[in-house]
């Protein structure tokens, strides 16, 4: 395999910018198809995210992005360009959202081939020129010293943290040239031109005897007659036949052929991609990234594991994680905080904090490891545990107002009271 090396400095990042994806059209499928999660986010069904037209997305939504993790996560996305091109330049986008547990990706690697069957001949990697803020960016970097290629394949995104939502791939280049074909059928005929040569000065030996000066001249008369008669019969029959012929056989069976194989033979061998995100050995990473944190018991080890396994409201509730009962067709589930929206935080039991300008969204389990900003949280510390959890997790009256940040509920018409967060800001007595 050829590397495609490029220079970090000509890397260009472009924010909320227009893509005309119409550079180089193409179709795409995946290695592994991604499964989504949460009610619709984060799949591509219908294979149009990357290469749809117009504005790059600027917020996440079930229609505009697709997510990459940094374990198991690699869909090997594969546009097919549909003729053979020369490529010059690649540009992806992708989407941040931090409140969601959503960052710039770290790192993307990306390979060229020229034949379906072949291995990939061309890689390329860019690992600088990504921003962090909120929104949509995209990063572009130069390949034009890759060969001709008709396959270029999404290989590996790996996110600057847990999670990254790519959203569109933008390839620039041209259709590669036509004439080379002919050129090169010509050069291998000129061989027969030169061996009739001899046939001529052989069949007539009166030309060499006229004159010495008359033998130069057989040449000459041989040439321009084979050129002009072998370009005009090689190029008008090569782009006739090639430009009719690519679209109508390619446009027909990109859809038919791609999305009956992909379908059958990638659902099987996904998990949701929630699952291989919380991999974490130690307890303050796996909180601090919104997943659930089983300490050691006798002969088991301890474990991390995503929210989403969570299948009872209670113990959903009580590891930090947000419970969604079920309605109509979707089933219930249990999700992290940090896939919260940073504006509905408060409102499902997380705490929304800000740090280096970003707002995220973490769960009160998170804090555990400090009770000042469990406290700043409003949420309920348990010092016998060392433990933070929701105020809504306390069901004493007594307890509830133990708490600095949380305060009693009265129940109405015989309904039992509630724990539930203080209102206002919270002055703390202790450091």
């Given at each position: 395999?050829?590397?495609?090396?490029?220079?970090?400095?000509?890397?260009?990042?472009?924010?909320?910018?227009?893509?005309?994806?119409?550079?180089?059209?193409?179709?795409?499928?995946?290695?592994?198809?991604?499964?989504?999660?949460?009610?619709?986010?984060?799949?591509?069904?219908?294979?149009?995210?990357?290469?749809?037209?117009?504005?790059?997305?600027?917020?996440?939504?079930?229609?505009?992005?697709?997510?990459?993790?940094?374990?198991?996560a690699?869909?090997?996305?594969?546009?097919d360009?549909g003729?053979?091109?020369?490529?010059?330049?690649?540009?992806?986008?992708?989407?941040?959202?931090?409140?969601?547990?959503?960052?710039?990706?770290?790192?993307?690697?990306?390979?060229?081939?020229?034949?379906?069957?072949?291995?990939?001949?061309?890689?390329?990697?860019?690992?600088?020129?990504?921003?962090?803020?909120?929104?949509?960016?995209?990063?572009?970097?130069?390949?034009?010293?890759?060969?001709?290629?008709?396959?270029?394949?999404?290989?590996?995104?790996?996110?600057?943290?847990p999670?990254?939502?790519?959203?569109?791939?933008?390839?620039?280049?041209?259709?590669?040239?036509?004439?080379?074909?002919?050129?090169?059928s010509?050069?291998?005929?000129?061989?027969?031109?030169?061996?009739?040569?001899?046939?001529?000065?052989?069949?007539?030996?009166?030309?060499?005897?006229?004159?010495?000066?008359?033998?130069?001249?057989?040449?000459?008369t041989?040439?321009?007659?084979?050129?002009?008669?072998?370009?005009?019969?090689?190029?008008?029959?090569?782009?006739?036949?090639?430009?009719?012929?690519?679209?109508?056989?390619?446009?027909?069976?990109?859809?038919?052929?791609?999305?009956?194989?992909?379908?059958?033979?990638?659902?099987?061998?996904?998990?949701?991609?929630?699952?291989?995100v919380?991999?974490?050995?130690?307890l303050?990473?796996?909180l601090?990234?919104?997943?659930?944190?089983?300490?050691?018991?006798?002969?088991k080890?301890?474990?991390?594991?995503?929210?989403?396994?969570?299948?009872?409201?209670?113990?959903?509730?009580?590891?930090?994680?947000?419970?969604?009962?079920?309605?109509?067709?979707?089933?219930?589930?249990?999700?992290?905080?940090?896939?919260?929206?940073?504006?509905q935080?408060?409102?499902k039991?997380?705490?929304?904090?800000?740090?280096?300008?970003?707002?995220?969204?973490?769960?009160?389990?998170?804090?555990?490891?400090?009770?000042?900003?469990c406290?700043?949280?409003?949420?309920?510390?348990?010092?016998?545990?060392?433990?933070?959890?929701?105020?809504?997790?306390?069901?004493?009256?007594?307890?509830?107002?133990e708490?600095?940040?949380?305060?009693?509920?009265?129940?109405?018409?015989?309904k039992?009271?509630?724990?539930?967060?203080?209102?206002?800001?919270?002055?703390?007595?202790?450091?």
């Open positions: 395999m050829s590397n495609g090396p490029f220079s970090t400095a000509s890397v260009v990042e472009k924010s909320n910018r227009e893509l005309s994806v119409a550079s180089i059209p193409y179709t795409y499928t995946y290695g592994v198809t991604p499964q989504g999660c949460c009610g619709g986010y984060y799949d591509d069904p219908k294979l149009d995210i990357f290469n749809r037209k117009g504005n790059i997305p600027t917020y996440i939504s079930k229609t505009d992005g697709v997510e990459w993790n940094r374990v198991g690699d869909y090997e996305l594969v546009a360009l003729d053979t091109h020369s490529i010059t330049e690649l540009k992806v986008s992708y989407i941040v959202n931090s409140g969601w547990g959503k960052y710039a990706p770290k790192s993307i690697t990306m390979k060229g081939k020229l034949s379906k069957d072949s291995d990939w001949t061309y890689e390329s990697t860019v690992s600088k020129g990504f921003a962090t803020g909120r929104g949509g960016h995209s990063v572009s970097w130069p390949v034009s010293n890759w060969g001709n290629v008709q396959y270029i394949q999404l290989s590996e995104v790996i996110p600057s943290r999670n990254a939502v790519m959203s569109r791939l933008v390839v620039y280049g041209s259709k590669a040239p036509t004439t080379k074909s002919p050129s090169a010509f050069s291998s005929k000129s061989p027969s031109v030169s061996s009739k040569a001899p046939s001529f000065s052989s069949k007539s030996p009166s030309f060499s005897s006229k004159s010495p000066t008359e033998e130069p001249s057989n040449p000459p041989l040439f321009p007659t084979e050129e002009p008669t072998a370009e005009p019969t090689e190029e008008p029959t090569a782009e006739p036949t090639e430009v009719p012929t690519a679209k109508p056989t390619e446009v027909p069976t990109a859809k038919p052929t791609e999305v009956p194989t992909v379908t059958p033979t990638d659902v099987p061998t996904v998990t949701p991609t929630e699952t291989p919380c991999k974490f050995g130690k303050k990473l796996c601090t990234g919104g997943c659930i944190w089983t300490p050691e018991k006798r002969n080890p301890a474990k991390c594991t995503p929210c989403s396994e969570e299948k009872k409201s209670k113990s959903c509730v009580k590891n930090g994680c947000v419970w969604k009962d079920a309605k109509g067709r979707k089933p219930a589930e249990c999700s992290a905080c940090a896939d919260q929206k940073t504006n935080c408060s409102k039991g997380c705490v929304k904090t800000e740090a280096k300008g970003e707002t995220t969204c973490t769960s009160c389990v998170s804090l555990s490891t400090s009770k000042t900003k406290f700043q949280g409003k949420c309920a510390y348990d010092i016998k545990k060392k433990a933070c959890t929701t105020c809504g997790s306390v069901t004493k009256e007594k307890s509830c107002d708490q600095k940040g949380c305060a009693w509920k009265p129940g109405k018409k015989g039992k009271g509630t724990c539930d967060r203080k209102k206002g800001k919270i002055v703390l007595d202790f450091e």
